[in-house]
């Protein structure tokens, strides 16, 4: 595919880099196209060599090809990252001063903008009404990410990851994804909860909510209404979901159930602590001087997907599960899962294996999907999406 990636002048330029790497390792044609500014924060030689192709942002270098009416017309798909707030003004106004504002005067193809600016200069009217005629015309522009900007500003105006641009921008290009969640209200839970020791430490796991996320993300692409229950999840929210934010298992429990009330489908995919502390400790607990360690008192915690499946707070309701295991010398990861498929009666459970440099915080999964009874129903291996996508036929399967 031939893909323009246009970068304007912003500091956000450095991880443009990192997605035109990413768009070059699935195997597609990049020509980056920088603007003057742009390449004040990383230089020719940069896009040059990952490119493979010229990088100028003149409409004057190589005029025998016509680039400015050219690039434009042969492009599959055309990403500005970051777009500023100043390269959104030229756009919306249809200026054409440059190479890149030239080509997306002649673009025919899906256009996707990534805007990343200052908090103030995202809210100011002007960006705003600029966002505005931009989308009206059929361009997709994102919302930016919140977080941490230049120097100590925080807030929303930060250049989303260059895997989730690169995600929004191919999926303008994919074939049609099937619409079978439909009219569907879809629960996730994800990420890992915590539970306080004292008010500086807690009893924790490392799942990172990707593949909460990634079900969250296909959901929403099959039509599906998404809510979000993320306990503890460092990831950029997904466009389009309603995400509840949670930090301990009670939290998430109280959050999971008010959302499930008008939910058909329920996914319990975040790694939930077993056990909480009896007690957390209104201080700091401090090391005794004589290295004795005070031991620390765990009650269980309450099994959420055990009340999901038993209570059903919805008819017709259906309720996913996830069991990460590691297996032992008695027992493998697959018999656990069986095992806890039967126990806890969820209409399907997804077993993985974790630990090691598996599951938690890769980009990638496998999982064997099982029914109520621990029988195996199908497995799926590949990117967390994939993976998603894999359990959403399973769910569509039942009705």
Known sequence: MQIVLGVAGGIAAYKAVLLLRLLREAGHDVRVVPTRA?????????????????????????????????????????????ATADLLARAAAGRADDLLTSTLLTARCPVL?????????????????????????????LDPASGRLT???????????????AAAALALVAPPRPQDLAGRHVVISAGGTREPLDPVRYLGNRSSGRQGYALARTARDRGARVTVVAANVSLDDPAGVDVVEVETTDQLRTAVRAAARTADVVVMAAAVADFRPVAAAGHKVKKRSDGVVDPILLEANPDILAELTAERLRPGQVIVGFAAETGDEHTTVLEYGRAKARRKGADLLAVNAVGHGLAFGTTDNAVTILDRHGDVLGAAVGSKDEVADALWDEVCRLG
Do not use: C, K, Y
């Open 151 to 165: 120097g100590a500003d925080t807030g929303p105006g930060r250049l989303p990851e260059p895997d989730q641009i």
């Open 113 to 141: 903008m990534a805007p990343a600016m200052h908090t103030e200069m995202w809210d100011h009217p002007a960006t705003r009404a600029n966002v505005a005629t931009l989308r009206a015309r059929g361009v997709h522009v």
């Open 38 to 82: 742009a390449l004040e924060f990383v230089g020719r030689p940069t896009w040059e060599a990952l490119s493979g192709q010229s990088a100028t942002p003149e409409v004057f270098d190589d005029v025998a090809h016509v680039p400015h009416v050219a690039l434009g017309q042969h492009a599959d798909l055309v990403i500005v990252a970051p």
